[in-house]
């Protein structure tokens, strides 16, 4: 697959001040997190983990391999609630600036992003390796990737430069904020700052060009 080029460079914007912290507790049990009130819980995380271990196990030619892959992705659990978390707390920042995205939207991205990758199934499997996102959630996950972008668009934050990153991140926190973040302490705690766990790996904030 090409290296992908986005309009928006976010990696470095993670170097930035910290913006989003929240930590975890004990008070919602049977939660891996809450978020504006509403849980993420265990069970949905580990079905969302089992989603992306089916796909691997698929893609891979034996028993080897896909154990050399779960190895590979080891925090596979950890980063997966990250994501989960960054993309409830990235849908209020846009929807509190009024930004939308469409099913056109999305598939105007799939379809450049095939063309890079050279095929559907390229991209799929690009995107499971690198992201840890199964095939199924592909156009879940690009569908943050055109928030992401259409919300910097509309904050008017160039992500090429230090201000306009702040001003993105500053949404992020204010959202943040409002959805009261709250991580089981088992998967760690909520820092924006070292995007929670510094080797996620969510496609809308790294810079992979």
């Known amino acids: 697959m090409h290296r992908r080029r986005t309009a928006i460079a976010l990696s470095a914007a993670l170097l930035a001040a910290p913006v ?3 930590c975890g507790s004990d008070s919602h049990p ?7 009130g509403q849980r993420i819980t265990v069970a949905q995380l580990e079905n969302r983990v089992e989603e992306v271990r ?12 896909y154990a050399q892959e779960v190895a590979r992705t080891s925090s596979l659990t950890r980063d997966t609630l990250h994501t989960l978390v960054l993309d409830r707390v990235l849908n209020r ?9 469409t099913d056109r939207d999305v598939q105007t991205m799939r379809t450049s992003l095939e063309q ?15 992201y840890g996102v199964a095939p199924a959630r592909l156009d879940e996950s690009l569908r943050t990737e055109v928030r992401a972008q259409k919300l910097a668009a509309a904050l008017g934050a160039d992500m090429n430069t ?9 949404s992020l926190s204010d959202a943040s904020k409002s959805l009261d973040v709250d991580i089981n302490p088992r998967y760690g705690s909520w820092d924006v700052q070292k995007s929670s ?6 496609p809308w904030v790294r810079d992979v060009s």
């Open 20 to 22: 989003l912290t929240a």
């Open 54 to 65: 089916t796909a691997q196990r698929t893609a891979t030619g034996d028993q080897t391999q």
């Open 30 to 36: 049977g939660a891996a997190a809450v978020v504006g």
């Open 162 to 170: 230090s201000t306009g990153k702040a001003v993105f991140w500053k």
């Open 197 to 202: 766990r510094v080797d996620a790996k969510t």
């Open 116 to 130: 890079q990758a050279g095929g559907a199934q390229e991209l799929r499997t690009a995107w499971l390796r690198q």
């Open 93 to 101: 920042a846009a929807k509190d600036a009024g930004v939308t995205v």
